[in-house]
């Protein structure tokens, strides 16, 4: 009778031990794809971020050269005088 109940309880606990060891291999693969994806995330934006970046500066760039080419054309230009452009 204690054979059978201690073999029982081998069996049970060998059970619980193998489920306890899926539980962690499946716990283990869910944070390393987690992982992989939010690494493969953070590579795209940090490349869309240069690409704004360098976009960012080109539009200050542009803004840079009108506000200079307005500067000349205001300076043309007297008190009270209307600029007529020829078509």
């Given at each position: 009778?204690?054979d059978?109940?201690?073999?029982n309880?081998?069996?049970?606990?060998?059970?619980?031990?193998?489920?306890?060891?899926?539980?962690?291999?499946?716990?283990?693969?869910v944070?390393?794809?987690?992982?992989?994806m939010?690494?493969?995330?953070?590579?795209?934006?940090?490349?869309?971020?240069?690409?704004?970046?360098?976009q960012?500066?080109?539009?200050?760039?542009?803004?840079?050269?009108?506000?200079?080419?307005?500067?000349?054309?205001?300076?043309?230009v007297?008190?009270?005088?209307?600029?007529?452009?020829a078509?």
């Amino acid at each position: 009778m204690k054979d059978v109940k201690q073999r029982n309880r081998r069996r049970r606990q060998c059970r619980r031990s193998q489920d306890h060891k899926r539980s962690v291999l499946a716990i283990s693969a869910v944070v390393l794809l987690l992982t992989v994806m939010v690494s493969a995330n953070s590579m795209t934006l940090k490349a869309k971020n240069r690409e704004y970046q360098a976009q960012e500066t080109e539009l200050k760039e542009q803004i840079q050269a009108e506000k200079d080419r307005s500067k000349e054309k205001l300076g043309l230009v007297h008190n009270n005088e209307i600029i007529f452009k020829a078509k």
